[in-house]
């Protein structure tokens, strides 16, 4: 089941094995104390080798979030930022969820005021990327900054994500972001970037 997990043993180890899916890929992800680790890998990749199973790292990761739009804390979250920015109000329940709790009224408020800047996707329609940190412009002025971004091996084109102003979030417009003094052509797009086939 996806976003799930369970406690069993794998290789002799007692594992959480959890379905998150964080790569935007199907898959599992194994979690066992520091002095089993090495060990259980060795076991994994061993059972795994007659069917092609080869270790990844983390830019591998990166790049997969990267193209599903899967927001990363410390890059798109953080605690600057509220889940509206993000385009996660959804799961942020506070009409079902009766009663208070941490941070209620800090997410109250946060609705209530409206978002600044939105999370957005941005497709490169040149060859650069732009990466973290780097400014958003329009017409010359910066309106964001990038929190991800790098060229998409799957898509074969730069994709980033950025908080930009509100009112230049909208699918289909036109932006720049510098890159080390350059202006780079890009466009606002409907994130994720990429959706598995089923």
């Known amino acids: 089941m996806y976003y799930a997990f369970n406690e069993l043993t794998v290789a002799g180890h007692n594992v959480i094995l959890a379905r998150t899916g964080y790569t935007g890929e199907d898959g599992f992800e194994l979690f066992v104390p520091n002095d089993g680790a090495a060990s259980l890998w060795a076991s994994v990749a061993e059972a795994g080798a007659e069917f092609g199973v080869v270790p990844c790292g983390l830019a591998s990761r990166d790049s ?50 409206g978002s600044k800047r939105r999370l957005v996707g941005l497709k490169g329609l040149g060859r650069r990327a732009g990466r973290g940190h780097y400014p958003v412009l329009k017409d010359g002025a910066v309106v964001g900054e990038v929190t991800s971004g790098q060229p998409s091996p799957t898509l074969g084109y730069p994709v980033a994500m950025a908080y930009v102003d509100v009112e230049h979030a909208g699918i289909g417009t036109a932006l720049d972001i510098d890159l080390r003094g350059k202006a780079e052509p890009f466009e606002v797009v409907a994130l994720p970037f990429y959706k598995r086939q089923k």
Not at 82 to 87: E, I, L, Q, T, V
């Open 64 to 113: 997969l979030r990267l193209e599903a739009g899967m927001p990363l804390y410390g890059n798109e979250l953080s605690l600057e930022r509220s889940p509206f920015d993000a385009g996660l109000g959804g799961v942020v329940a506070l009409k079902s969820k009766e009663g208070d709790f941490v941070g209620r009224s800090a997410l109250e408020a946060a609705k209530e005021a």
